[in-house]
């Protein structure tokens, strides 16, 4: 049979990882979809360059037009990452009817929604396992395994560096940026750590869970975002000591009304399978209104485990391509415009910490204040300084569920009467 | 277009939570694979019996003809259960060009590879998401997430209802007759729970696994199967003190030369996801030569999970026969017969419980015993009794990493030496 032509756009080291799975397993792939594949060119910045992967250098080019200009090329693996001008060639490649397969999480983050109403229209399919959990097949259980599911919940640790810090942080109580060092000596932090210890990266993620979750089409700018910047040393030995893991998570709810989204470090309970989830793995909990909750964990990034879900879309691209029936799985991503609830009407259990000084009357004043917002006090702990050493105590308390309108309106009244000493550490609870 | 004709063997509360999703998603079903479903006929056993679904009742019929015979229908769902006569109706179907959908474990267990073959011959497909699992996509995780991959190994919480005793005697200290009875009265156990308890189910699902996750094609009477009936509420506070759950596992290994697969209790490090997989959820954790490891849990049974693992394997197969190159999902199942290790060739640690006489010597000739094997000792703790009580006391060993055959003959040599009051409970470590 004709073989399947693929036209490989970037070859670093998930590109790497594409040829050598490809190559390694070509007999598979041929009996498999019923044809083999065959890498047709490889579009690179600089040909020159030392691969991982051995590799006909005749296939390479810097010519973006040698691919997408060439016709016999059936299908198109985006792995060069970035949003322009990748998105020009994806946009090119769909609709010149050709299907194209993509691990670029900021591209799908950005233009997800139209890259797939493109796709449909065009009657291609856009493949993007690889972009959002490195080898999670999340992708494939939303949008094949739970199709005539509603997803009603979703909560992702989806930033294998914030996990990475927070687990060094809790397990052997290092400092947040000696953390970070760390991470960015053994690879798994950029030299710019900022998009992922901030959350943004997270937040794209979960832009593209969304769009599979909820149907929904969402500007990843408008979901509430925080990052693991302000998570101190004692805030993990106080959420131990209460049966919790501090957690970056990536968080959706459909509300019915509309949908809510949002990211933030968060209080774990430690008998759930997501406080286990250390170092730089991954893991995304789901919860199908008929399917119940559902768990899926892995390696989160790095080559190979990207490079498996990548392959693994080329296969299926590759079979609809070949049946000529291009287009299905893809159509089956159905998303509108859904109203995205605000932070404010957020309904969750909060960890506070308060540091104060030790006089009489403090405590009170605390407990008052939530008390007067609504906002009740489930468990208490008090920690340190002591009344005639004028080092401030640790106050912790863990609440009951409440509106974190209530919630920040006690801690406003709390911070104009100078009761504490510094601001307030806010963490939700899951 | 044309709708695709649905024909359904069985109507109990797996097949009714297909007929209420399939309802409740008809628009999405029809514009996400191009032509609308639409339930031709259902195979029951009593037409008048009340349904929990509403149904046309001109659908139902209580003769196979009725479905096997209509040259219309285009796709079989079997949700009747049972080997005899389901195969014969599975294979007509598959013999006749129509593609199959089914829950069946145990039709799998014994006849998957068989059944594969001939879906493939006859160019149509077999999904059976529903078998493994109830609601945890993992036949397609294995089938096309992991298309390029090798797996290496596999560990499994497949068996809710043994999940559900471990999880009440370790929680609240059960007995395990005890356990078993509040299973059987929430509806997790079955009248006869042998099917269950013993690991025979759990056997059956990882002969599944396994032809997915290592091409083979094993006997479930050949692996080795251990069920909990032994596991004493002691075993679950020792476990605990070294820091472990019990869970009722199915393991397989890829060995190069061959695989292991084998049931039975294991000791699973708390700080692991998988011991944190508590009452009737399963997990199954994978790991893949490039994916690295994979973790997937969720419900293990329940008519609506496995409904969603059932009408997705249904839009598959619908989408695949609209595209007329059926079969080709299917095609990626390639089993063979491959040697299967002996229990004696597996090598792992293991949890040893001994009852002994509280005299000078005991402890030297249990560790001279095991020692004189090859078995070296990581742990040991002695409790309970006392030397004047009379009453025997247990001792823990927890030993290094082990051949089997080695721990065997240690035990043997120590029972008949006398030394033990009763035979030693042993519990492989995870």
Known sequence: MKPIRVGLLGCGTVGGGVL??????????????????????????????????????????????????????????????????????????????????????????????????????????LGFEGSVGGGIPVVRVLRDALACDWVVRLEGIV?????????????????????????????????????????????????????????????????????????????HRFAERFGFAIKHMAIGRERGDGIELRVHPALVHRDTPLANVGGVLNAIALEGRALGPCLLSGRGAGDMPTAVSVVADVLDVARARLSGFAGLATRSIQTKTRPLASIDEVRTRYYLRFQAHDRPGVLARLAGALGDAGVSIEQMVQEGGGGSSGVPVHIVMLTHEALERDVRSALDTIAHSGVAASSPRLIRIL
Not at 167 to 177: S, V
């Open 20 to 125: 050598r799975l490809l190559r390694e397993s070509s007999e598979y792939v041929a009996q498999s979809i019923g044809a083999p594949l065959e890498v047709a060119r490889v579009l690179v910045r600089d040909t020159g360059k030392e691969r991982v992967v051995a590799l006909d250098r005749g296939l390479l080019t810097t010519d973006p037009e040698a691919l997408l200009g060439d016709a016999t090329i059936d299908v198109f693996v985006e792995v060069m990452g970035g949003v322009d001008p990748t998105r020009a060639y994806v946009e090119r490649a769909i609709d010149t009817k050709r299907s194209v397969v993509t691990a670029n999480k900021m591209l799908l983050a950005k233009h997800g929604p139209a890259l797939v109403d493109r796709a449909i229209a065009n009657g291609v399919d």
């Open 159 to 235: 930033n294998g560096t914030c996990n990475y810090v927070l687990t060094r942080m809790h397990d052997d109580g290092l400092a947040f940026d000696d953390a970070v060092r760390e991470a960015q000596e053994k690879g798994y932090a950029e030299a710019d750590p900022s998009l992922d210890v901030d959350g943004h990266d997270a937040a794209h993620k979960l832009v593209v869970l969304a769009m599979l979750a909820f149907g929904a089409r969402v500007d990843a700018e408008r979901v509430p975002t925080e990052g693991i910047r302000g998570i101190d040393p004692i805030d």
